[in-house]
């Protein structure tokens, strides 16, 4: 009685040394005979299975490896893991820079709003990444910095330009079908470079999304009209600046997962900052990154409280959670789930602009929330 007894104390602290630890942690360390099994509700307990995932979620690292817990770590047979929830969270917040910018597009040209929303993002993350690793920086090899500032130099100087030129062009609706070459391109590149594979069922979330996003965003009088050569030059460089985007996230995922990702970040916008200085003293337009009154005449009066919000929002906070999607997720599925942005652009201008929600509208709604559903599946 005795033996048996030590050997249900040793079980029991085993047990709890293994409960904060992801599933390859706790595998791993765990002998055959006490491998984790699902837990069965002892006779009388009033603990509901609820209140044991509640328990759990109060410790989001694991305790051996410190990585954030997975979804099978804590509900069985999703994905719902903090990397899906920065990837939707992000696409939040871009969805409503985009409206911000639509506007600031009538008082700014591209590349001196760029400039000046970067430049407010910079001057919030210097100090944090500052008080954060000032003493202790990261060590990263001198090939990993170069890649991410690459990456800012593509996606942000480059990308982040052109973006809003065709967003000027073409507007937030068209841009949000353009929008939907981003997941092919980071699953083609993920695919190619980075060895990421989708399931069956998360091939459906991404044809739905997919079908989704372009009911919604798709313009009432499709793209044919008067527009003409203004609107198909508006397309190309929005394709162009979404491809770029997606190469420079690919480029950083590997370094993502190994490195602080305020640090990364901090890195990319230097890259994005140096390059868009670089081509501006290139092309003789320095005089056009900061808004002067020269510059901004004809247009509508430049409001800084929105240029500041959108730059906190759709860009500071989008592109944290954005990089912290691909970080703790597969690039593939934090792709497809950035592409509910153009639900949420949807749902903001029915709240933000009294825009009605259409019935096409619903329907893409309930396509695109069907698909993240079939994204968030437990892969094989």
Not at 34 to 44: I, W
Not at 65 to 93: F, H, V
Not at 266 to 285: E, P, S, V, Y
């Amino acid at each position: 009685m005795k033996g048996a007894n030590g050997n249900v104390a040793r079980d029991s602290a085993h047990g709890e040394s293994l409960r904060n630890r992801c599933r390859c942690c706790a595998n791993a360390s765990a002998p055959s005979a006490t491998r984790p099994r699902p837990q069965r509700k002892a006779p009388g307990s009033s603990r509901t299975r609820t209140q044991m995932v509640l328990g759990r979620l109060r410790s989001l690292r694991c305790a051996s490896c410190g990585d954030w817990l997975r979804a099978p770590d804590l509900i069985s047979g999703m994905r719902i893991g903090i990397g899906e929830i920065l990837s939707i969270g992000s696409a939040a917040c871009w969805a409503a820079g985009v409206i911000l910018y639509r506007q600031l597009g009538e008082m700014l040209p591209p590349l001196t709003l760029n400039f000046l929303k970067n430049v407010v993002v910079l001057g919030m993350l210097v100090p944090v990444i500052a008080w954060l690793y000032a003493a202790h920086p990261p060590q990263m090899t001198a090939t990993q910095i170069a890649l991410c500032m690459f990456s800012g130099l593509l996606g942000i100087a480059i990308a982040d330009t052109l973006y809003f030129a065709a967003l000027n062009a073409v507007g937030a609706g068209r841009m949000g079908v353009i929008g939907n070459f981003y997941s092919p391109f980071v699953l083609a590149l993920s695919f190619g470079f980075l060895g990421e594979r989708l399931n069956m069922l998360q091939g459906v979330g991404f044809v739905l999304v997919s079908a989704g996003v372009l009911l919604v965003a798709r313009p009432e009088a499709g793209w044919h009209g008067a527009e003409g050569a203004a609107q198909r030059r508006g397309a190309l460089l929005g394709v162009i600046a979404i491809g770029l985007m997606a190469v420079g996230i690919v480029l950083v995922k590997p370094i993502l997962e190994r490195e602080p990702l305020l640090w990364v970040t901090g890195l990319r916008m230097l890259g994005g900052m140096g390059g868009m200085l670089a081509i501006a003293a290139q092309r003789g337009q320095l005089g056009q990154l900061l808004p002067t009154r020269r510059l901004l005449s004809g247009r509508k009066q430049l409001h800084w409280p929105t240029l500041v919000l959108a730059a906190v929002v759709g860009q500071g906070l989008s592109m944290v959670l954005w990089l912290g999607g691909y970080k703790y997720t597969k690039a593939s599925v934090a792709a497809v789930l950035n592409e509910t942005a153009s639900v949420f652009i949807l749902v903001f201008a029915a709240w933000w602009l009294r825009e009605p929600i259409t019935r096409r509208g619903g329907v893409g709604v309930t396509l695109t929330m069907g698909g993240i559903a079939c994204m968030l599946t437990q892969g094989n």
